[in-house]
């Protein structure tokens, strides 16, 4: 089977595989949205998904400080599998294992702290994607707390190589693509709402991430061919579209969806 291809984000020297492996159920379990139940993997099965995770052509790494405990488990067994991972995480929501519930905090020191946190618990002294993780208010996060100015002061220290927002609304990821390097949206074969981002991201040679490609796990039946595949065709055919991050701990669906993205991309 032919390698996963890379996408460059512009005005960076990031290559990015357009799957990226997304950690959620490496590091928590409640107040998660996916159909059906899982345990959380084990050291040595998360260290086999993660080498298989490479061996596909996978480099990209989707993590976050409200991941429950995933960014600490990643510092810990990414070491042990030395190849060039490139890191995305978040900043902005914070999780709290015990109660299952989010907080939020955009101000300038808030999301400051919570970097400086997630490179000690990354084990890392930079990360090569930070995105602001919104509560879905995402244009004052933007104007008022300036959030995205916050992380471009820390791209220019070096912590950070590149900068964005996984955002909720058009206005949002509009006003990412003026001020940052990438745009994470969803986008899938139940809801096409953000679609004027990613028009908007291939007119301003700016990059998106896809989350929720799947609708986690909810997507409609296709009855003329699988929905993965589906979705994949419909997302790549929009240029802008550097990488799409699914969030699985299963093997087989990890292998699934690498044939499945390769054989949309030859088609696109």
């Known amino acids: 089977?032919?390698?996963?291809?890379?996408?460059?984000?512009?005005?960076?020297?990031?290559?990015?595989?357009?799957?990226?492996?997304?950690?959620?159920?490496?590091?928590?379990?409640?107040?998660?949205?996916?159909?059906?139940?899982?345990?959380?993997?084990?050291?040595?099965?998360?260290?086999?998904?993660?080498?298989?995770?490479?061996?596909?052509?996978?480099?990209?790494?989707?993590?976050?400080?409200?991941?429950?405990?995933?960014?600490?488990?990643?510092?810990?067994?990414?070491?042990?599998?030395?190849?060039?991972?490139?890191?995305?995480?978040?900043?902005?929501?914070?999780?709290n294992s015990d109660t299952g519930e989010s907080s939020f905090d955009f101000s300038a020191d808030g999301l400051k702290r919570s970097i400086e946190n997630s490179l000690k618990r990354l084990n890392r002294d930079q990360i090569e994607i930070v995105l602001i993780h919104s509560d879905g208010n995402d244009v004052p996060v933007i104007e008022q707390y300036k959030a995205l100015e916050t992380l471009n002061e820390l791209k220019q220290?070096?912590?950070i190589l590149a900068t964005g927002m996984s955002t909720k609304t058009v206005e949002g990821g509009l006003l990412t693509l003026d001020q940052a390097d990438i745009a994470m949206v969803t986008h899938n074969l139940a809801y096409q709402g953000e679609q004027a981002v990613l028009d908007a991201a291939a007119a301003k040679n700016k990059s998106v991430f896809i989350k929720k490609a799947f609708a986690s796990g909810h997507l409609p039946a296709n009855s003329t061919k699988d929905s993965v595949s589906a979705s994949f065709e419909m997302i790549f055919a929009n240029p802008a579209v550097a990488s799409v991050v699914v969030g699985t701990i299963n093997p087989m669906h990890l292998v699934d969806n690498v044939a499945k993205a390769i054989a949309a991309l030859e088609k696109n």
């Open 1 to 95: 089977m032919n390698k996963l291809p890379k996408k460059n984000i512009p005005s960076t020297k990031l290559n990015v595989s357009v799957l990226g492996l997304g950690t959620v159920k490496l590091g928590r379990d409640k107040g998660v949205k996916y159909p059906e139940a899982f345990t959380i993997p084990d050291d040595e099965a998360a260290l086999a998904l993660l080498q298989q995770t490479w061996d596909l052509g996978i480099n990209l790494i989707d993590t976050a400080p409200a991941y429950g405990n995933s960014e600490q488990r990643l510092g810990e067994l990414l070491p042990q599998l030395p190849h060039n991972w490139i890191i995305c995480s978040k900043a902005g929501e914070l999780f």
């Open 157 to 159: 220290q070096g912590l």
